[in-house]
């Protein structure tokens, strides 16, 4: 069965500081990897996909790849209050026929202390 | 540009009864996803439409649950009977399959919560 397995936090940073958030994943067929965002009571919104091994950046967001140690990670810089949410890990891996739901992991409640 | 639609917002049943929930996707979107997301935990995902097919349900409690998407639209959502554990916000997804880098990206609704007593 695929996993995905993030640390559910809380994660608390202060604001203006690096966030980092971490996510490894069981299947090493994985083809795309993702970071939600889901604030409470709301429904998740992409931040970040990323398909290739190494950093990509997007304003104050940098994914993180690294298939070997079937690892990802999310770093959010200049940490804001309103970044404070619980963020989502999410896998693709496509087994054919057409068939590539994600698979999500469980969330890590970041909070952001002004 | 529409988002994904979804009704109810809220549901209160009993348990063993039963309850339906509806998705719009996004115009032009063919694919079609139900995930489920129990408090505390990431969204799972139950069934994947592509058009009026399905394509994967390998994660559906198919004894209860039920979900059709009749002309590759709008799609509806079935549990019957009701049990205490489905107690959950049930989230409507759509993608555009075949967009460069699309691929994944899900548009979510905003849920249907029920809750079973």
């Known amino acids: 069965q695929k996993e995905v397995e993030q640390n559910s936090g809380p994660l608390s940073v202060p604001e203006g500081a690096i966030a980092s958030l971490n996510c490894t994943y069981s299947?090493?067929?994985?083809?795309?990897f993702f970071w939600y965002r889901q604030y409470s009571g709301k429904s998740p919104e992409l931040i970040m996909f990323?398909?290739?091994?190494g950093d990509k950046e997007d304003g104050r967001f940098t994914a993180q790849l690294n298939k070997a140690s079937q690892y990802v990670s999310l770093l959010i810089r200049d940490s804001q209050p309103s970044d404070s949410a619980t963020y989502l890990c999410?896998?693709?891996?496509?087994?054919?026929?057409?068939?590539?739901?994600?698979?999500f992991g469980k969330g890590t409640h970041l909070i952001i202390q002004p | 540009e529409a988002g994904v639609a979804q009704s109810p917002r809220y549901k209160i049943i009993e348990k063993r009864q039963s309850v339906a929930f509806w998705c719009n996707p996004i115009?032009?979107?063919?694919?079609l996803y139900w995930y489920q997301q129990i408090l505390g935990q990431g969204p799972k995902l139950l069934i994947q439409?592509?058009?009026?097919?399905?394509?994967?349900d390998s994660q559906l409690p198919k004894d209860r649950f039920s979900a059709e998407r009749l002309k590759g639209v709008d799609s509806t959502l079935k549990i019957q009977p009701a049990k205490l554990e489905d107690s959950a916000v049930y989230l409507c997804?759509?993608?555009?399959?075949?967009?460069?880098?699309?691929?994944?990206?899900?548009?979510f609704g905003e849920g249907s919560r029920l809750t079973v007593l």
């Open positions: 997804a759509s993608s555009l399959v075949g967009a460069a880098g699309a691929i994944g990206e899900l548009f």
């Open positions: 299947d090493r067929g994985s083809q795309s």
């Open positions: 990323i398909y290739s091994n």
């Open positions: 999410a896998v693709n891996s496509s087994s054919g026929g057409g068939a590539d739901g994600l698979t």
């Open positions: 115009s032009g979107h063919a694919t």
């Open positions: 439409f592509q058009n009026n097919g399905v394509v994967d």
